[in-house]
Every structure is written in structure tokens, then in C-alpha cells.
């Protein structure tokens, strides 16, 4: 952990990619454009699957496992959080910052699934359920979210 400066491990909070090396990130960017092909993958899927099967089936086939996967990031960096919290150790405020930005647009984006998920498992067990208030209401909720996670995202560029 070299070119950190006067930052001393054992009282302040220190963010991984502070510390990483240069081939750590190359295979933390691999994978990230592997998973970018993945959700390419998945999307094409998605529309083909849609036309064989009941398009509720579809989505509530593609937002369960987002669901379980934002549910487990989330709780892997709440816990990190409340570890670092409980060590008593400094945060900076640029630190401070950049956590609580992901954890607000982690949030966000675990709401926006939730009700994805919603109207299309109430749509497969309710007859007719296109026209019921729970559709319109989750609709209006992650469009909120995907509105709130753009201004968050945009307020964000122009602080660094």
C-alpha cells in the first residue's frame, strides 16, 4: 500500500480502490465488460423468451435474480460499513462521499427492482391484473427511481 501518504491504515477508513494494483484492475474491468456482455445476453434473451412464453413469466424470470443480486451487494456493503463504523476510524469527506453515493444508488436501484418485480408477480396471480392500481402505482414508483438515480448521477459529475 504504497503512495498513500500520511494516511495510516489503522485510524483511517481507506477505500479498496485506493490500495489496488494495476492488474487487480484489469481483472476487476474484465469482468466488468463480462458482465456487460452477460446483461447483453440477457436482454436479447429476454425478447426472445417473451414472444414463447407469458411476458410476466419473462420479467419476473429477469428481475428475481437483479433482485437477489442488489439484495447481496447490499448487504455486503452495509456490513462493510457498519465494520468500518464500529472500528471508531476517520472518514474524509471525499470517502464519505463516494460510499454514501453508492449505497444511495444502490438503494435506488434495489427499490426500482422491487417494483419491477411487483406488478408482474401480482399480474401472474391475479386474473386480469393489468388494469389493477398496484401496476400503475409501481410504474409511477420506478419511474421516480430511474428519475432520482439520473439526477443523483448527474449531480455527482459535477462534484468531482
Known amino acids: 500500500m504504497h503512495g498513500l501518504g500520511h494516511l495510516d491504515p ?3 477508513i481507506l477505500l479498496r480502490f485506493e490500495c489496488m494494483s494495476s492488474g487487480e484492475l484489469k481483472v476487476i ?3 466488468l465488460y463480462a458482465l456487460l456482455f452477460l446483461g447483453f445476453l440477457s436482454l436479447i434473451a429476454l425478447i426472445i423468451v417473451k414472444r414463447l412464453v407469458d411476458f410476466s413469466k419473462a420479467n419476473v424470470g429477469m428481475a428475481v435474480p437483479c433482485l ?3 439484495l447481496a451487494i447490499l ?5 462493510r460499513i ?6 471508531a476510524k476517520h472518514w474524509g469527506r471525499r470517502r464519505r462521499r463516494l460510499v454514501t453515493f453508492a449505497l444511495v444508488q444502490t438503494l435506488l436501484q434495489t427499490v426500482n427492482v422491487t417494483f419491477w418485480l ?4 401480482h399480474i401472474l396471480i391475479t386474473r386480469c391484473g393489468w ?3 398496484i401496476v400503475l402505482v409501481s410504474g ?3 419511474w421516480t427511481m430511474w428519475n432520482t438515480i439520473f439526477l443523483t448521477l448527474t449531480i455527482s459529475g459535477g462534484q468531482t
Open 10 to 12: 489503522q485510524r483511517s
Open 29 to 31: 474491468l474484465l469482468a
Open 68 to 70: 437477489s443480486l442488489l
Open 75 to 79: 448487504s455486503w456493503g452495509l456490513s
Open 82 to 87: 457498519w465494520r468500518a463504523w464500529r472500528g
Open 118 to 121: 411487483t406488478p408482474h408477480v
Open 131 to 133: 388494469s389493477d392500481h
Open 140 to 142: 409511477l414508483i420506478q
